[in-house]
């Protein structure tokens, strides 16, 4: 959501598939329980529409990725810390979908340096990521 402050990284998507890598994206679906979450397959950004959530994502019908598809995890954050933890805009979306494809996938949160924090308040149900990118460094997570 580069409208608020979080790093655009949509010039990923061409550079991937010219790469010959399938590309997925994140996902809510209004479920019995009330949405599920995840992230699922798009052949092209023009597919990605803002459904209602902030953030454009997959239609309906798009097929959602497994735990075991996917190898890397882009994870935008208002703030990171060294330790891989995020503060997102606090619904717990990102933290609840992480814990199912931390064991398979890298996560890297993705940030500008002015939104690296020293440290942040860390809960139980929080996910740090691997890796901490921002426009100058990479840092790998000291508690990953």
Same mark, same amino acid.
């Given at each position: *959501?580069?409208?608020?402050n979080e790093v655009d990284v949509s010039a990923l998507d061409p550079a991937a598939r010219a790469d010959g890598k399938r590309v997925a994206y994140p996902f *809510? $679906? #209004?479920? @019995?329980?009330?949405?599920?979450?995840?992230?699922?397959?798009?052949?092209?950004?023009?597919? =990605?529409?803002? #459904?209602?959530?902030?953030?454009?994502?997959?239609?309906?019908?798009?097929? @959602?990725?497994?735990?075991?598809? =996917?190898? =890397?995890?882009? %994870?935008?954050?208002?703030? %990171? @810390?060294?330790?891989?933890? #995020? +503060?997102?805009?606090?619904?717990?979306?990102?933290?609840?979908? +992480?814990?199912?494809? $931390?064991?398979?996938?890298? +996560?890297? /949160? %993705? @940030?500008?340096?002015?939104? +690296?924090?020293?440290?942040?308040? /860390?809960?139980?149900?929080?996910?740090?990521?691997?890796? %901490?990118?921002?426009?100058? $460094?990479?840092?790998?997570?000291?508690?990953?």
């Amino acid at each position: *959501m580069a409208d608020k402050n979080e790093v655009d990284v949509s010039a990923l998507d061409p550079a991937a598939r010219a790469d010959g890598k399938r590309v997925a994206y994140p996902f *809510m $679906r #209004r479920s @019995a329980g009330g949405f599920s979450t995840g992230f699922a397959w798009a052949d092209s950004v023009t597919e =990605l529409e803002n #459904r209602g959530r902030g953030f454009p994502e997959p239609g309906p019908d798009a097929p @959602a990725a497994a735990s075991t598809d =996917l190898d =890397l995890i882009l %994870v935008a954050a208002l703030g %990171v @810390a060294p330790s891989g933890h #995020r +503060l997102g805009f606090g619904r717990g979306w990102y933290d609840a979908t +992480l814990g199912e494809f $931390r064991d398979h996938a890298v +996560l890297v /949160v %993705v @940030a500008f340096e002015f939104q +690296l924090l020293v440290e942040l308040p /860390v809960e139980a149900h929080d996910i740090a990521c691997h890796y %901490v990118v921002t426009d100058e $460094r990479v840092i790998a997570a000291a508690n990953p």
